[in-house]
């Protein structure tokens, strides 16, 4: 059966999904200032990787620190399911987003799952000029 035709969409189809994850906390445990507005500036970019997102509501999230000690926080999934062509053209520009979100809100790790594989940043490129 030819799903697509059956249901009257588009030709062609995603099947590699990205998600990225915003915890409200930083690795101290601190509320993170800005917070919509980080969430905001993610959606906006995996809307330029997959022309739309969505965006889950807080769920309960743990993070276990460096030094065993479980820190509790709100973590907001943010996905889409990408464009292998619009992908490809903003790597470097979501990595320059991961990066920052990590410097500048004081992350331990920050978690981006893509086709079903799961990946931890814990070294922060340094801001260029």
């Known amino acids: 059966m030819d799903l697509a035709k059956e249901l009257g969409a588009d030709e062609g189809f995603s099947t590699q999904r990205l998600c990225l ?17 980080w969430v905001t500036d993610e959606r906006e ?12 509501p807080p769920a309960d999230g743990t993070w276990e620190k460096p030094n065993g000690e479980t820190l509790w926080e709100q973590t907001r999934l943010v996905y889409c399911f990408i464009f ?43 801001a260029t000029g």
């Open 21 to 37: 994850y915003i915890p409200n906390r930083d690795k101290d445990g601190s509320e993170i200032r800005d917070y919509e507005q």
């Open 45 to 56: 970019m995996l809307t330029r990787i997959g022309g739309g997102t969505t965006t889950l």
């Open 84 to 126: 292998a062509d619009r992908f490809e053209a903003n790597i470097k520009s979501l990595r320059n987003f991961l990066h920052r979100f990590g410097r500048e809100t004081n992350q331990g790790e920050v978690a981006v799952e893509f086709d079903g594989e799961f990946y931890r940043i814990r070294t922060f490129d340094q």
